[in-house]
């Protein structure tokens, strides 16, 4: 029993550390974008997005960085 103990927490500690592979934490400052219409027509809702910085590593869309509106974990590799 403590080895199947064991196993599961190092199996967890092994992926947290895999999602943490590009993200530094999610920024905490961010702004809210207005519902709007695109160019197709298509009404867009309200969302909520990082404030503009020099790095991608904070975005909530960054691997390793979770978005704390909506809880969906980031997967893009970043740019820069």
């Known amino acids: 029993m403590k080895q199947i103990i064991l196993a599961a927490a ?3 500690s ?9 993200g530094t934490g999610s920024n ?3 702004h809210t974008i207005s519902p709007y ?7 867009v809702g ?4 990082t404030n503009p910085n ?5 975005n909530y869309s960054t691997r390793g ?3 704390p509106y909506t809880g969906a974990v980031g997967t893009r590799t970043p740019r820069y």
């Open 10 to 12: 190092l199996a967890l």
């Open 14 to 22: 092994a992926t947290a550390a895999h999602a943490q592979l590009y």
């Open 28 to 30: 905490s400052r961010s």
């Open 37 to 43: 219409v695109n160019s197709q027509g298509t009404y």
């Open 46 to 49: 309200s969302s909520h997005a």
């Open 54 to 58: 020099s790095t991608q590593m904070d």
């Open 65 to 67: 960085n979770v978005n």
